[in-house]
């Protein structure tokens, strides 16, 4: 069956050669909550040069540079909506009727808007750490809470160029085998006078040698610096565990998040593990937040009784998960553990479960654990020699020994409070997880486009900022947040903000009196 449909209505386009009285301007294209026009009123009223910004293109001689403002917007409008390389925000600022509109219809080069975010890391990093102090005086953070972790964030730097001892050990052994093998197809060569087959020889042993002078320098290069790894793409760059067996080379995020709306407080860029990153998140939340104590989430690769003790003296309540105990000596009864035996901190002794008193002579021992040391106290008694219960407690020909650290007590009180408070740390995997999720997983941010750890500082603080302003935009909604900004603009403002800069003195005087759009008290 045939229908007719010519005259049926269909919504109709507008003819490409008509002309217009009224034609339509940018203006009106951009909806008034667009968040392009957030960003246009956040970065207008900022002061970059105060920030760190590089100021380009004012020599009387030459081509005139791009307003700093303008290739700010191209980034911060790039990242809102998922574009990080140079060359998609030159296509962009071409093709993108939002970007066009907020940028006045510029056409910076893809090498220009590169050089812009490698030459300004530091004042990138300021700029997020401005923003934070803004959300603060608006009480957007809580500042009792927060939750650290770290993520992983591939490098510049396959695995292929990423050497430790081993792996160059493989590979020389591998190309010693092979010189050997040419070697002898040369001789065969020699003797058969094949001289194509010996010229043919004698360039993959050139090849060979070349590779092997490589690993050796490489071999060297690791001796001198005492490192246990090297890059050669991106030097900073480290191989780490992302999860299960997965390795990468990477750089490890540390990142404090508040509770109250999963906003980020702080962040460290890396290249190492955990174990020794709490205190130092920790007490820069703390300070950037201005809290007088703090509640720190954070799971187990976190758990080191040194680290739980220096956070307890700085008024940072720990919520940290247990790591398993490694027993190298295996304890045959479960009765007979070391949680077992019940400290008196009065007389500096252990009651075991045998109702035996351990003393310790006072000595301190330095407990080695790779490159860390942990100042222990030995803990025994003479009664275990005749003890009926020995072979239930110990299999240690001497006795059973006892070994508290100088970090005991405050390790203690963290486990006595994830026990009895497993509510306030259920919540770290909603509160700092959202983060990753979202930055990772949503955005695809699951790498980092810069090499160096300075440079990849002002790229998150770049993902961070985004981060940020995306959160509250749905908090607040854009009116509200550009009524604010127009208010804070037009008011005085005094904020303390941690900044980081290296350039001259007159600047760090400029970054005393004004920073961005309010006045500051810097902290250097």
Excluded at 101 to 125: H, Y
Excluded at 314 to 334: F, G, L, M, S, W
Aim: hydrophobic share 35%.
């Amino acid at each position: 069956m045939l229908y007719y449909l010519s005259g049926m209505s269909k919504i109709s386009g507008i003819d490409r050669t008509q002309t217009s009285a009224f034609p339509i301007t940018l203006e009106e294209m951009i909806p008034e909550d667009h968040p392009a026009r957030v960003i246009d009123a956040y970065i207008e009223g900022l002061d970059l040069v105060a920030l760190g910004f590089i100021q380009k293109g004012h020599s009387i001689e030459g081509r005139p540079g791009y307003d700093t403002k303008v290739l700010l917007k191209i980034y911060l409008y790039g990242y809102l909506n998922r574009i990080r390389t140079s060359r998609l925000l030159e296509r962009e600022c071409k093709r993108n009727v939002e970007l066009i509109w907020l940028i006045g219809g510029l056409r910076p080069c893809f090498r220009t808007i590169a050089g812009f975010r490698s030459d300004n890391v530091s004042a990138l990093e300021n700029l997020f750490r401005s923003f934070v102090q803004l959300l603060r005086a608006w009480n957007l953070f809580d500042a009792s809470t927060v939750a650290i972790d770290g993520t992983k964030l591939r490098a510049v730097n396959s695995k292929k160029n990423n050497y430790n001892p081993n792996k160059i050990e493989r590979q020389l052994e591998y190309i010693d085998n092979r010189i050997t093998t040419y070697l002898t197809e040369m001789e065969k060569a020699d003797a058969a006078e094949d001289h194509e087959a010996a010229d043919t020889c004698n360039a993959e042993l050139i090849t060979q040698l070349n590779r092997k002078r490589k690993y050796h320098d490489l071999a060297e290069q690791l001796k001198q610096s005492g490192h246990t790894q090297v890059s050669t793409t991106d030097p900073d760059a480290r191989s780490m565990i992302i999860h299960g067996q997965v390795v990468e080379v990477c750089y490890n995020i540390q990142t404090a998040v508040d509770d109250k709306h999963c906003l980020i407080a702080h962040y460290q860029v890396t290249n190492e593990n955990d174990r020794k990153a709490l205190v130092p998140a920790a007490v820069a939340t703390k300070s950037i937040l201005k809290a007088e104590a703090i509640n720190v989430l954070a799971d187990k690769g976190y758990d080191n009784d040194e680290q739980l003790h220096e956070c307890a003296a700085q008024q940072i309540i720990t919520y940290v998960a247990q790591q398993d105990i490694p027993r190298k000596n295996p304890v045959p009864t479960e009765a007979y553990y070391g949680d077992k035996f019940i400290y008196d901190p009065n007389t500096d002794t252990y009651v075991c479960p045998a109702g035996e008193t351990l003393k310790t002579p006072g000595t301190w021992y330095e407990k080695k654990y790779k490159h860390y040391v942990t100042p222990v106290k030995h803990y025994r008694t003479g009664k275990c020699k005749t003890c009926p219960v020995r072979e239930q407690c110990t299999t240690n020909p001497n006795g059973r020994i006892i070994e508290r650290s100088k970090y005991t007590e405050a390790a203690q009180a963290n486990a006595e409070r994830i026990k009895t408070q497993k509510h306030i740390y259920q919540k770290r995997q909603q509160i700092v997880e959202h983060v990753f999720g979202t930055i990772k997983r949503q955005w695809g941010f699951d790498h980092i486009l810069l090499k160096g750890l300075e440079k990849n500082h002002g790229e998150l603080g770049l993902i961070y900022l985004t981060y940020n302003l995306r959160r509250v935009l749905n908090i607040i909604g854009a009116k509200e947040l550009i009524n604010r900004l127009k208010m804070v603009y037009s008011s005085a403002f005094t904020l303390s903000i941690p900044i980081r800069c290296n350039r001259t003195e007159k600047l760090y005087e400029r970054l005393r009196l004004q920073l961005g759009f309010y006045n500051v008290m810097l902290v250097l």
